[in-house]
């Protein structure tokens, strides 16, 4: 009962982190009706990336976020057309064949992770990590690390800023139109193409940049990009496919759940309690916990 | 009087705060042709999609041949005898005109060699047959309206909801689609139709039933309902084509 | 496509090859190539089954895998902890798996394409993560049977059944109407109600059908290499190859399948005798091999060879591709 109040903190802070993944992740989805298997693959190339400069540079990673942010924002517009040519291409289901062609991408990208990284976990280290706050309330003791609090403080940073993006910027203006009615919005001088391009830079941009940040809070490894997916795939649907408002919610509930775990179970659960609810979600309730969803 | 082949009674469907039908009733006999009419929105589309088992009405129910069959899915009015159309037309693209066709004919012929045989019977009804096997996504619009009427045919039906066939069409082929309806009427096949082109429909229908925002706003034949002041005010400012 | 005689005569053809790999121990000898062929057959199967709802359907299976597992696992503890002998034990792992099937495709089957995926993606690793908890099934380290060293056995027992698999499902699926049907539902679910076509028992059926001898394979596979473990089993790449294999050759014709099988599984004999420094280089080139069919094989190896033009339609087709709010009835 002690540990309560520190798992609670913890996990909404993690929770803040998936926010960021889910929201960009599930903006995609929403303009593009993409759902990328990738997205656990930009986290790990994010956050190795992250390392390794930090170890060449020597500069603290947290410092380092927008120059991953720009590196694969660029990574990502230019390969945002091979992606649309799938969605436009294909005869059958367009849709899945999108999800094939990202699920092959995401193999290969772990292989190459896997060659490039080898199969050993790291941390980044970062000044942060080594700084915590504690509060005492009584008899209860939190302990809030510098990093995570930062994950936080991140977490509503970009969160406001895609906020902003979405609603005050003639480009946000294009992306919501584009995800309400495609046709429309081309009649109306959307430039379709390359709103796509920047909107999936910004999302592989954000993907990575939070990679970093996971990397300084727990730890990174080649390997790492199938259990965020799942992470991302499971805040997406609890919140509803391309319903950006049920995200925070959603993100707060697979956060408070894996520091439960954490906390109180073998962490070794974590992860098929996170795949049961997943599957137990899209059979009960596809669009969501809100039911706002697309099914 | 014979007993009328549908009876739409009291139907009303609410999505949420809407309500696309309210309180619709109306009945038709055998052999006749129907015709449903109504601004845009009026909730034609949503009856269609009631009666043929697609939506379960909110409120009220449907007797087809005296039988209810208020809530039953779609497939199991097709073995009724109740065959539609569907305004966006809807082929199954990657299969030939012919493999359209043949997987309605299974519903009547199990088999597949009597199943082809009578699809084919089907392709020269509605004149498709030179186009047979040919990928169903490559037809003109008319040859997709076309194969839309002949899947429905192939399934026998003795009750056939048309939705939008002639629209989109120029005048050569909506003739031509006008004639077909006509033949499918002299097959004894009763018929609901959906249609936006007011000489088409005014030209075919025996009988009108006019909806605006889902509810009935006047039935009877052409002439009465183009009278109806009530129909003149919620089609005021429509052209007449 | 609707042309029966030319069917027929590739039906002969069929039996011809089948009749011809049944004969093949008598010319190849060495075991080490007879226990290959086997593997091969494996693979076709695997090829086969994964097919039946991927390229007739249209639900890509990302948990294909489970039903492999369920197969190996089922013959597997009856064989080693109950005793069962083998030919008693492998056809509960049918019937396993049926009921694998019915409950997990009762709730899933509903969804669209995208979500099955991911559903029954993240269903099987629950399922792998699970086993990996349950003593009975031996936990992490899995359960050893008791060897039974014959290739030939094996051989034909594996190409037994992939063959009669195979005529199964080319019956079921390519003249019976059983297939156009899965077609139907996979090209318009909604048009296809209106026509008398019931989805969901029809998608049930392929899914048993996809299921089955997946099963059984896995059944053989446990009996055959003696240990299984859940790796090995419920893994990721059984299901990635078997998607690889699938997508590669050509997704719903049942022979595009065979060949994927063939030509990958060659690929990666090879590369496992030749390049196996490189391991983790199998793994970009299994996503790289999807990623390119995807973009410049859509209608895979097959197709590219036999279907040129038929594949692609005109801007505008038919499929409606903006998802509805409603979910499926």
């Given amino acids: 009962m002690v540990l309560l109040p520190q798992a609670l903190v913890d996990g909404i802070m993690l929770g803040a982190t998936y926010i960021i993944i889910a929201i960009a992740f599930s903006m995609v989805y929403g303009v593009m009706h993409v759902i990328d298997f990738a997205v656990g693959e930009w986290i790990m190339l994010g956050s190795f990336t992250g390392f390794y400069l930090t170890l060449w540079i020597k500069i603290d990673p947290l410092y380092l976020l927008p120059l991953v942010f720009i590196i694969f924002s660029t990574l990502g517009y230019f390969l945002q057309p091979v992606v649309q040519r799938v969605l436009s291409g294909h005869r059958g289901n367009p849709l899945l064949m999108a999800l094939v062609f990202t699920f092959g991408l995401s193999m290969m990208i772990r292989g190459l992770a896997q060659t490039i990284f080898g199969f050993y976990s790291h941390s980044i280290p970062s000044y942060f990590s080594t700084r915590s706050f504690f509060i005492k309330e009584g008899s209860f003791f939190i302990t809030i690390s510098a990093v995570r609090l930062t994950g936080l403080i991140y977490a509503v940073v970009i969160t406001g800023a895609l906020n902003y993006l ?71 649907v609890l919140a509803g496919m391309g319903y950006l408002a049920g995200v925070p919610a959603a993100a707060f509930v697979l956060g408070l759940i894996q520091s439960m775990f954490l906390v109180y179970l073998d962490p070794g659960f974590t992860l098929v309690a996170v795949f049961g609810l997943l599957y137990l979600i899209l059979v009960i309730s596809p669009t969501g916990l809100f039911r706002k969803g697309w099914g | 009087m014979a007993e009328p082949i549908l009876s739409v009674q009291k139907v009303s469907k609410h ?22 009419i109504g601004p845009n929105g009026a909730g034609k589309t949503t009856l269609f999609n009631v009666i043929s088992g697609y939506y379960a009405p909110s409120v009220g129910r449907v007797f087809f041949k005296g039988r209810n069959i208020t809530g039953a899915p779609p497939y199991a009015l097709a073995g009724r005898g109740i065959g539609r159309t569907f305004q966006v037309v809807k082929p199954f693209a990657g299969l030939t005109v012919l ?25 020269e009804f509605t004149g498709l047959a030179d186009r047979a096997h040919v990928p169903a996504a490559s037809l003109t619009l008319a040859g997709r309206k076309r194969l839309e009427i002949s899947k429905a045919m192939a399934l026998e039906p003795t009750f056939l909801l048309l939705d939008e066939v002639v629209a989109g069409l120029n005048p050569t082929e909506a003739d031509r689609t006008i004639e077909l309806i006509r033949n499918v009427r002299d097959q004894g096949i009763t018929i609901l139709i959906v249609e936006h082109i007011m000489r088409v429909i005014m030209g075919i229908s025996d009988r009108l039933v006019v909806l605006d925002f889902g509810m009935k706003i006047a039935e009877g034949t052409p002439a009465e309902v183009a009278a109806n002041p009530q129909v003149i005010k919620a089609y005021l400012g429509e052209e007449h084509v | 496509m609707l042309i029966p005689l030319t069917k027929d005569r590739r039906l002969l053809v069929f039996l011809g090859i089948f009749l011809a790999v049944l004969l093949l121990p008598f010319v190849v000898h060495d075991a080490f190539f007879i226990r290959l062929f086997t593997e091969a057959a494996m693979w076709i199967g695997l090829s086969l089954a994964f097919d039946v709802l991927a390229g007739y359907t249209g639900y890509l299976n990302f948990g294909h895998s489970a039903f492999f597992g369920i197969g190996a696992y089922t013959t597997g503890l009856l064989m080693m902890k109950s005793n069962w002998p083998f030919y008693l034990a492998l056809p509960v792992s049918a019937l396993t798996a049926t009921l694998a099937a019915l409950i997990i495709g009762f709730p899933t089957l509903r969804l669209r394409g995208a979500y099955f995926s991911i559903a029954t993606w993240a269903l099987a690793r629950a399922i792998l993560q699970g086993i990996m908890m349950i003593p009975y099934a031996g936990g992490n380290e899995g359960i050893q049977l008791k060897a039974y060293l014959n290739p030939l056995f094996f051989f034909y027992v594996m190409s037994g059944l992939v063959g009669v698999t195979f005529f199964v499902l080319w019956f079921l699926l390519e003249r019976a109407p059983f297939g156009l049907k899965l077609k139907a539902i996979r090209e318009d679910q909604e048009s296809a109600k209106a026509l008398g076509l019931n989805p969901t028992k029809l998608k049930m059926q392929a899914f048993i059908m996809s299921a089955i001898p997946t099963a059984l394979i896995g059944g053989i596979f446990a009996y055959w290499v003696t240990f299984i473990d859940p790796a090995s089993t419920v893994g990721d790449l059984i299901s990635d190859q078997a998607l690889v294999m699938v997508v590669f050759g050509g997704m719903g014709t049942l ?46 190896v097959l197709g590219a060879a036999f279907r040129k033009g038929t594949g692609r339609h005109a801007k505008g087709s038919i499929h409606v591709t903006t998802p509805s709010p409603e979910k499926e009835a």
């Fill in chain 1, 166 to 236: 979405l609603k005050f910027t003639d480009f946000g203006l294009g992306v919501r139109a584009l995800a309400m009615n495609k046709d429309a919005a081309a009649l109306m001088g959307v430039n379709n193409r390359s709103t796509n391009k920047f909107l999936f830079g910004i999302y592989t941009g954000i993907s990575a940049m939070t990679g970093v940040l996971i990397g300084t809070i727990l730890s990174i490894s080649a390997n790492m990009g199938g259990d965020y997916t799942i992470f991302a795939f499971f805040v997406v």
């Fill in chain 2, 15 to 36: 999505f949420g705060g809407l309500t696309a039908l309210n309180d619709v009733s109306f009945e038709m006999k055998a052999g006749e042709i129907l015709g449903l």
């Fill in chain 2, 99 to 123: 493999e359209n066709i043949v997987i309605a004919s299974f519903l009547r012929h199990p088999r597949r060699a009597h199943a082809e045989a009578q699809a084919w019977k089907v392709l």
């Fill in chain 3, 255 to 300: 022979i595009g399948p065979v060949i994927g099988a063939i030509i990958i599984f060659a690929f990666k004999t090879l590369f496992w005798a030749y390049l196996s420094a490189y391991e983790v280089l199998y793994l970009i080139i299994l996503g790289a091999v999807i990623a390119i069919s995807v973009v410049f094989l859509p209608d895979g």
